[in-house]
């Protein structure tokens, strides 16, 4: 957090962040506590209070120059998150160029999707006009996670903002340089409203405090198992909370499909950023009929990838050392409960390195195939037909993204629309993730609410009804002083209305 004014808490601990791929220190944070919190949350709200009361238009205006300066600045923050995640340089600036395109979305629709708009009213009700209006809840607290450090959160942070809100942003403890960075981009451009983003830094405690801070609106993005823990401390206090969680994405691949193409997707999919994308591609259930062919594919173009630090690499580390074990839990547990090994095994853990691994005939209660593993492994199995396809690609706890390979487009979308995913693509893998129109969360383990598109921008808003009487009514209902017999004949009017429509 930027803020200096002389009542600000002292800071006494802090944190050592590491890169993934050597060890070697990055640079020291503090570990924010709750007075710091509260200091923080305390500042949002008076600055929230100028930047809600702008019209539609300045904001818009003062986030637009926060974007021209991240994009003046991207190498600079992409910088900051490969060194934080390991992942290629490459990676981390497409990961900027997609948080823009959001930022950019959010700024520029926030007026059209928020402004009040007049709604019909009954027969009843005419001499009502009535409207409703979408307004700032205030504070936003953001929990980010480390995989995507700019672009995740941002899908709050950016559409929070442009909402009229303030925020005050708690990065995951792996990247809470490229947090302090943001901020510190959104006060250089827009030093009128300094403050109304604000990073704070910490692990659990700190997130912890956050959720206790008063904020009228959590949104947390991570595990299931954190966001469990989160909304029951948001519950004592009835914080309305959002939960973007992880993933188990399918990818259905039909008879009739461009094998090359979606072996490409798929590589790509289960591979980038390592496979620590929450809608990254787990699972794959392709018809019998094309499944060696498949795998022969997706095979032939993982083997050519290799993960390490250097350039050309296809992908880094794995940022968090601890999910290590996990990957290769899953990896060890597949293998020995009878599935095939087609690509690499547990041979392929080497931290901080996992090469690719590509799965088949994997059992379907295998943890590989219900628990997020979040490391560059893909499972392949072998469906007979597409309705058993969809249905054990609906078979997960989680339901966050999904995909579908099918030479038809219309058969392919059909598919889709039986899948109980968040958010399908057909014929490409995360094509939902680049579109800021596009609402973007899942149900189950997955979480709930949505983030991106007109959705996302309501979803840091409270809506205000308003009606305004414009003539006395005939008949007034909500009156002690209507005879008897006139509310009987209303009555009687509206059920004979009712009867016939
Ligand atoms: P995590 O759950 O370990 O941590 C997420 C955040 O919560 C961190 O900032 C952490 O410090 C904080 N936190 C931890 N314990 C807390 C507590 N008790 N109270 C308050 N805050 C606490 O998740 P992670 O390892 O950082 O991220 C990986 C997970 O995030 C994966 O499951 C991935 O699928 C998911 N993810 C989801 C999306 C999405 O949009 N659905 C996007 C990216 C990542």
């Not at 060696?292 to 095979?299: Q, Y």
């Not at 094509?431 to 007109?454: C, T």
């Amino acid at each position: 957090m930027t803020d200096t004014t002389p009542d600000t808490p002292p800071r006494s601990a802090t944190f050592t962040t590491h890169s993934p791929a050597t060890g070697t220190a990055l640079a020291e944070h503090p570990v924010d506590g709750p007075q710091r919190i509260a200091h923080a949350v305390a500042q949002a709200r008076k600055v929230q209070a100028d930047w809600a009361a702008l019209p539609a238009s300045r904001r818009r205006d003062q986030l637009l120059r926060w974007k021209r300066a991240l994009a003046s600045d991207l190498d600079t923050v992409a910088r900051t998150i490969a060194e934080e995640t390991g992942k290629p340089p490459g990676d981390a600036a497409l990961e900027v160029v997609l948080t823009l395109e959001h930022l950019g979305w959010a700024a520029r629709n926030a007026e059209r999707v928020l402004r009040r708009r007049r709604v019909g009213t009954g027969v009843f009700t005419v001499h009502q006009r009535a409207s409703l209006v979408h307004r700032p809840l205030g504070v936003v607290g953001v929990i980010g996670p480390w995989n995507y450090p700019c672009y995740t959160p941002m899908g709050s942070i950016g559409y929070a903002l442009a909402a009229g809100n303030a925020v005050v942003f708690k990065p995951s403890e792996l990247t809470p340089g490229t947090g302090v960075l943001l901020a510190e981009l959104f006060d250089a451009a827009v030093p009128a409203h300094a403050g109304l983003l604000a990073t704070v830094t910490g692990a659990a405690a700190t997130g912890e405090a956050l959720a206790r801070s008063g904020v009228d609106k959590l949104a947390f993005t991570g595990s299931p198992g954190t966001a469990r823990k989160v909304m029951a401390v948001c519950a004592e206090t009835l914080t309305p909370f959002l939960a973007e969680c992880g993933g188990k994405d399918a990818v259905i691949v039909t008879a009739d499909a461009d094998l090359d193409a979606a072996a490409d997707a798929i590589v790509w999919g289960a591979l980038s950023n390592a496979g620590q994308t929450c809608a990254g591609v787990e699972r794959v259930y392709a018809v019998r009929e094309i499944h060696e062919a498949l795998c022969e594919r997706v095979v032939a173009r993982a083997g050519k990838l290799r993960p390490g630090a250097e350039s050309g690499a296809a992908y880094g580390p794995m940022t968090l050392p601890g999910q290590i074990g996990i990957v290769e839990r899953h990896v060890t547990g597949a293998v020995s409960s009878g599935a095939r090994a087609l690509l690499g095994g547990p041979e392929s853990i080497q931290a901080p390195y996992v090469t690719p691994v590509v799965l088949s005939d994997v059992p379907e209660n295998a943890a590989a195939m219900t628990e997020e593993t979040f490391g560059p492994v893909v499972a392949i199995n072998a469906v007979a037909d597409v309705d058993e396809a969809v249905s054990r690609a609906n078979d997960s706890r989680y339901s966050l993204g999904a995909a579908v390979f099918c030479r038809n487009r219309r058969a392919g979308a059909a598919i889709a629309a039986r899948l109980r995913a968040g958010a399908v693509s057909v014929n490409s893998v995360l094509g939902f993730a680049a579109v800021p129109a596009l609402p973007f969360g899942g149900s189950q383990d997955s979480g709930f609410g949505r983030i991106h598109g007109e959705e996302g921008l309501r979803a840091f808003t409270s809506v205000q009804s308003t009606t305004v009487q414009r003539f006395t009514p005939p008949i007034a209902l909500t009156s002690f002083e209507v005879p008897a017999a006139a509310r009987e004949r209303a009555v009687r009017l509206a059920r004979a209305l009712h009867r016939r429509r």
